[in-house]
């Protein structure tokens, strides 16, 4: 099928469709730790690419967003490349709780989907999800020898770790607002499927912003549509987003996010498998396992206020940044630039030798706004100055060093 590319982006079909898109999720994962971007997941499977009808951009965005499926069950392989360094453990301390499997009392429970879900971040994961209607869902991140698993049913929310026998439960009180201030509400969906993430992409669509089909594929056995969306400008680390439409029920069945810098994808999820079927209703049951070290919500807040003294001296340090007024944003579109002060100079010296590490992560630059440190991923990049101005986006070094310049 021949490539449609959409040059009015602007349109008014355009902007509908991407506002419907945006509402029409289907939820997984309804606690746990807010993933602003998700090495490299096997390509579109299947055996040619198979010959549907021509479909424009537009209408192919308006398909996403007339999607509600509601159950359905299946694999998913999530692979997640941002070039981060290897902290060495690090990244456990900063996660809530600082929790681990085998952890001390104070650390919290290695089952909080805080902690658990940092996992996510890198490398890659295959997990099992399954939904039935706006309450009752389910995902599992499958390990080689352990399962973790996350479950909402109704006003229940637990997820459990087999590898240290604990759970952790709460209230979803999403549902009733008149017991809000009453129940532990929980967390926002974490965007663990090819649809959440569609969502997040269509977002950004605008009139700085390529929209084409680009051909079909097979993903999951399901004969799919290839919708691509590219950035117009120049500056932007994204190189382009690409995302499988299955052809019949519009759900995105894959979603692949390569960088302008080449490689292979910062993120890459899809289906391998996939059932548009009723889940049989067990499969959202849980009760705690005999032994099961249970966490409340509630109390897990407590125990976070109980960490042990040196994570908590490097939570104090890296809080500098909490504090962060003023947020502005600098240019449109893909190369949008957050602009914030810390109140203070360069890394809060209150990090200590936290401090001392995360400046040797970064590179050195200088312009006519002093001197200061970029934090480069293959994705996302910072410019933290002396004097204690953060500059960060999903842009180039250049494009950062060009905006604190310019604000002087």
Known sequence: ????????????????????????????????????????????????????????????IEKIAASDVQ?????????TNLGLPDLGGLESSLAP??????????????ADPS???????????????????????KVSLLDDAAEYSLIHNGDEVWAYDSASNEAFHMKDASGAAEDKGKKEEAPKDVPTTPKEMADEALKAVDDTTSVKVDGTAQVAGR????????????????????IAVDSKTGMPLKFTLTPASGGAAVVD????????????????????????????????????????????????????????????????????????????EGIPSEAGAAGGFLDSLGTKVSGKFGSGT??????????????????????????LVKAANAAK
């Open 115 to 137: 902690t658990k879900l940092m996992e996510l971040a890198s490398g890659t994961h295959t997990l099992r999800v399954a939904t039935d209607g706006p309450d009752k869902h």
């Open 97 to 110: 709780g600082g929790g681990g499997a085998g952890g001390s009392e104070d650390e919290g429970s290695s």
């Open 374 to 399: 970029v934090f480069s991923t293959r994705l996302v990049n910072a410019l933290i100055t002396d004097d204690g101005q953060v500059y960060a986006g999903a842009v180039t070094k250049d494009a």
């Open 223 to 242: 004969d799919a549509y290839r919708l691509v969306i590219k950035p117009k400008q120049s500056g932007s680390t994204v190189g382009q987003i690409t």
């Open 71 to 79: 159950q359905l069950s299946g694999t998913v392989k999530v692979s």
């Open 1 to 60: 099928m021949a490539p449609y590319e959409s040059d009015d982006n602007t349109s008014e079909e355009l902007r509908t469709g991407r506002r419907k898109a945006a509402r029409y999720v289907v939820p997984v994962a309804v606690v746990g730790l807010a993933a602003a971007t998700i090495g490299l997941v096997p390509a579109f499977a299947g055996s040619g690419d198979p010959d549907l009808p021509d479909i424009t951009a537009e209408q192919l």
């Open 269 to 344: 999820a899809g289906f391998t498998k996939v059932d548009f079927s009723k889940p049989d209703a067990s499969t959202f049951d849980f009760s705690p396992p005999k032994g099961a070290k249970v966490t409340e919500g509630d109390e897990a807040k407590a125990e976070e206020h109980a960490r042990p003294k040196a994570e908590e001296d490097l939570g104090q340090g890296l809080e500098g940044f909490e504090g962060a007024e003023g947020l502005k944003t600098i240019g449109e579109g893909w190369t949008t630039i957050a602009r914030f002060d810390t109140g203070g």
